[in-house]
């Protein structure tokens, strides 16, 4: 019953003389989807973004840049030396690489480092491991950026890890539905005039996708008793809503402790369930860049359940 | 510079028919260090028990039990094989075999569930994991008792996580000895009576064994910077002292997160640096045998140093 929910998670920024990206057809997005050891399920786009829903995650593609997330034991570092050997290194602005401290990290095919090796053989740049090895931790490269980018990118991720109560049984029994886990956590209301796209896995796991304009927003649901994980990710400017979206997830799905990373962004804790701030990091990027990191947990001690082997 | 420092550990307990363990000689017991790939680097020993320092961690021995820690990328369930296989089956009372959540566990030559495979087609048992798979847990497998213990076995294990301060960082100097470990530790003060046997490891680590008639203690230290592991063990029923040796040695020390587990026993924190208790369980084991495991950590939320890769 084990699946490995923690993803893996690339961000590839072309030059500005790099033709768009969305002229790529289907069949070359299928063969990058493929070197990852995943496959295409559905996709949607509107004017700003195409969004593919993968057996492993998802891949949003926009005129400038790309972004994907694949999860389980899947090869995303094969993915990114075919993306950069099909269109040249010339091509490339900057290349994000991140992954997040596994489950069981001995069954991966390749560690980090591993991943790290092949990278430096295309790109050069930079990598760390932010956080201690003995729990929650990520690893993430840059690439020397070729040119100062026109924009600061800008997104946040909340990792939750155990998540229990109502939505979390919901999430592992038979009676659930793609309408249900939507309203149950209220994506609509989250994410008001987002299309979506979603799709229910063999026996658990649940996928979404959304858009709306240049806007993205993708949550990733690995519910199983002993090892669940649920990620989001969005590049939304919540800040200024009137609710705190990470707020409301956490509140619905209970984990037991979470990481909250911001691209040159600071997620507040306004609404979080009472924690304990764990640790945290600022990591300044090539100059303009910071990469916050924040690991919380819930505040009263947990009394463990054997599991028994 | 990585070194494992987390133990497997295993302590087998001998039929009353079987004569001293004592008796078997050098030869034998080096035979069994080596299965679990280590080798013995001395020996000291009283009227109860013979204590081998090895070049991973230790080996005790009494009439009729022993008590063996590996650490690194050792196989000690090697050895638990080796030594069932010599002495028979029907010689064996009871074994408790136990694996602590590694740093790099892909880096091991084998899973607890492989190790379990395999002692299983040896002795009927039951096996746990208690704690998280994404931060500190442990693995025990406890054979079905032959017969009723004349004896319940005690003991208590504080396993220390990223060690900081003066006395962490005279670990990683040059100029560090046995003599001025034990001292910075205050050790003969700790454990009055006790005979040592300790060993400086190159480039760094360190290793103690101590005896004072039927009680030993062992300290095992790995002081590497990103990856700093401590742990102690004893027997001693130290709770009847006007002082809390864990407690002691948790100020000296100064981690950043550390476990206890105490067979039969529940350690008082009194004296323990600010906490959070992150999590707890009393496992039951075999109708008479309870084991405890309590995860603590550092009030203050920690600033991370990001690790360049």
């Known amino acids: 019953m084990f699946f490995e929910g923690s993803e893996k998670r690339v961000e590839v920024l072309v030059s500005p003389t790099t033709r768009s990206l969305r002229l790529l057809d289907e069949q070359f ?3 990058v989807v493929a070197c990852a050891d995943a496959e295409v399920l559905s996709k949607m786009g509107n004017e700003c973004c195409d969004a593919y829903l993968l057996s492993e995650s998802c891949l949003f593609v926009w005129d400038d840049k790309f972004l994907m997330l694949t999860c389980g034991t899947t090869t995303l570092v094969d993915a990114v030396i075919f993306f950069v050997d099909k269109l040249g290194e010339s091509a490339i602005a900057s290349v994000s690489y991140q992954r997040k401290s596994e489950y069981l990290s001995h069954l991966q095919t390749s560690s980090f480092e591993e991943d790290l090796s092949r990278l430096r053989t295309k790109l050069s740049g930079s990598a760390y491991r932010v956080g201690h090895l003995d729990t929650h931790h990520h690893y993430i490269f840059t690439s020397d950026p070729q040119t100062q980018p026109l924009k600061v990118k800008s997104n946040s991720e909340l990792l939750m890890y155990h998540i229990k109560g109502e939505v979390a049984d919901y999430l592992r029994s038979d009676a ?11 994506l609509e209301h989250l994410f008001p005039d987002f299309c979506f796209d979603d799709h229910l896995f063999t ?9 709306w304009e240049d806007k993205y927003m993708t949550i990733h649901i690995t519910p199983q008793e002993q090892s669940s994980y649920v990620s989001i990710e969005t590049n939304l400017h919540f800040e200024l809503y009137p609710f705190n979206i990470f707020s409301a997830l956490l509140n619905k799905l209970n984990p037991q402790s979470w990481d909250v990373i911001g691209f040159n962004r600071q997620v507040i804790t306004d609404g979080f369930p009472p924690f304990v701030s764990v640790a945290s990091c600022a990591l300044p990027i090539n100059n303009n860049e910071t990469v916050q ?14 599991e028994l082997l």
């Open 29 to 31: 997005w299928s063969d």
């Open 176 to 186: 659930q539905s793609c309408e249900g886990i939507r309203e149950l956590l209220a």
């Open 203 to 211: 026996p658990f796991g649940y996928s979404i996708n959304g858009l």
């Open 293 to 306: 990191f924040n690991q919380y947990q819930q505040l009263n001690s947990e009394l463990l359940q054997p």
